[in-house]
């Protein structure tokens, strides 16, 4: 059973660009909701997470859109750069539970074209 | 700060063989997890071990354990393998408290022939 679905599965956008990548969750209890970026021959790094008393988070170029109500989140990156070219997950927790464990979506790979 | 090594990087093995996994931690860190990285199922969480203890297990058979030592260092063993267990395995370490940020490190990439 995948309780994150991420979408779409590859990507490409033109540098300059907006990037959109889409998660839905099933799990109620998920109350962490971090993005973590991945090159390949690396491990995923964290990008930015949010927590759902908000609906909106900026770091710099990267920005998480949360709607807790249709269980759903985003992430958008603006002004894409070929150097963003990564896989992109998604991923849940349930801290409140205290889980340690991250669910994570299936990946969306990123190109972006010079 | 040094990050998060796993070793071996790259390993062969072949059916029925074991193997076992190394992740020395971030410094400080005393919470490690582990997670199996395939094309098809993605990114699946194995177990955590936090102060030499086990605090969560995913849903995996029991040929897949693991062990942390007093110095925060895990490792993993799979036992009885099998083609399926072909994967990256990937290392993340954190202080330990929950919802706090995972640091992975590049992983052990594991084939079974």
């Known amino acids: 059973q995948q309780q994150v679905k991420q979408s779409p599965q590859s990507l490409i956008v033109q540098k300059g660009g907006i990037s959109i990548i889409n998660c839905a969750y099933e799990?109620?209890?998920?109350?962490?909701f971090p993005w973590y970026q991945q090159f390949p021959g690396k491990g995923p790094a964290l990008l930015i997470a949010?927590?759902?008393?908000?609906s909106e988070k900026k770091e710099g170029r990267f920005t998480i859109s949360f709607n807790k109500s249709a269980k759903q989140f985003s992430l958008h990156i603006m002004d894409s750069q070929p150097g963003d070219s990564a896989t992109y997950f998604c991923?849940?927790?349930?801290?409140?539970?205290?889980?340690?464990?991250?669910?994570f979506g299936k990946g969306t790979k990123l190109s972006v074209i010079p | 700060k040094a990050g998060v090594t796993q070793t071996p990087r790259y390993l062969i093995k072949t059916r029925g063989q074991q193997v076992t996994l190394s992740c020395s931690p971030i410094s400080g860190h005393r919470s490690v997890s582990w997670y199996q990285q395939t094309p098809g199922q993605g990114l699946q969480f194995l177990f955590e071990?936090?102060?030499?203890?086990?605090?969560n297990k995913g849903n995996f058979p029991g040929r897949f354990s693991g062990r942390q030592f007093s110095n925060s260092r895990s490792e993993m063993n799979v036992s009885t393998l099998e083609l399926g267990d072909s994967a990256l395995y990937l290392c993340?370490?954190?202080?330990?408290?929950?919802?706090?940020?995972?640091?992975f490190g590049p992983g052990t990439r594991l084939t079974v022939l």
């Open positions: 991923a849940a927790s349930s801290t409140g539970a205290g889980s340690y464990q991250l669910t």
């Open positions: 993340a370490s954190s202080f330990g408290q929950v919802g706090g940020t995972q640091y």
């Open positions: 949010i927590r759902p008393d908000v």
């Open positions: 799990n109620t209890a998920f109350d962490y």
């Open positions: 071990y936090f102060s030499e203890t086990q605090r």
